[in-house]
């Protein structure tokens, strides 16, 4: 029994160790925001980083805008109106709601996790991307059309075989009204949320259950 419990110990020491944090962000519908010009800023693009008031954790992480033709100022505060799997109001030609495509979050995913390295080259290009795959590069009354560098064309076409989510959603944004209202809708960026993901402290608590039910076990013998 002794070596029972010690496997028993050792494998969820295991998966705690190697268990990926759960839902990194804190990020919920009705917080408040301040976002900064991250790496990149091509185009009045991304990357941005995303600040939560009201934590002393400084900056969460950063994002990339989905519309082009919607607008926020950097360094107001933004309310969070939704997070869902979809843009609202559509940007330059998509419906409303817009889901985002799986190559999109394909590509945010690795953005998120660092398999893109975070440099200033890497986001322009991955902003360009993004656009396109979601529609906002296409020829609009007001709005120049860009051209897509041979870094953007490498990530659509790297996220061509794309499926599913990612644990990738959309941050719909509000700023406020002429009455200080956060009723206007700003912008949509993106958030990686991998919330099915066991987090390492759950993992503890169903070994300590192995470990419990071991030694109930052995007490009845």
Avoid at 48 to 76: A, H
Avoid at 90 to 102: C, Q, R, V, Y
């Amino acid at each position: 029994m002794k070596k029972v419990l010690l496997s028993l110990a050792a494998v969820v020491m295991g998966l705690f160790l190697i268990a990926p944090a759960g839902s990194a962000y804190t990020i919920e519908a009705g917080d408040y925001v301040i976002i900064s010009q991250g790496a990149g800023g091509a185009n009045n693009g991304g990357s941005f980083n995303i600040d939560k008031i009201g934590d002393d954790e400084g900056v969460l992480f950063s994002t990339f805008c989905l519309e082009r033709n919607e607008y926020f100022t950097l360094g107001e505060t933004l309310m969070v109106g939704s997070i869902s799997d979809a843009v609202l109001q559509g940007g330059l030609s998509g419906g409303n709601p817009d889901p985002i495509s799986s190559a999109t979050a394909f590509l945010y995913y690795r953005w998120a996790t660092e398999d893109i390295a975070n440099n200033a080259a890497n986001a322009n290009a991955l902003q360009l991307a993004i656009w396109y795959l979601e529609g906002e590069l296409v020829k609009t009354s007001g709005f120049d059309t860009l051209a897509l560098t041979d870094k953007a064309r490498d990530f659509i076409n790297s996220a061509a075989n794309a499926n599913g989510d990612y644990g990738v959603q959309v941050m719909n944004f509000m700023s406020k009204d002429a009455r200080g209202n956060y009723n206007v809708h700003a912008q949509s960026q993106l958030i990686y949320n991998p919330t099915s993901v066991p987090e390492p402290a759950s993992l503890v608590l169903f070994g300590l259950g192995l470990l419990g039910l071991a030694g109930i076990r052995r007490k009845m013998k």
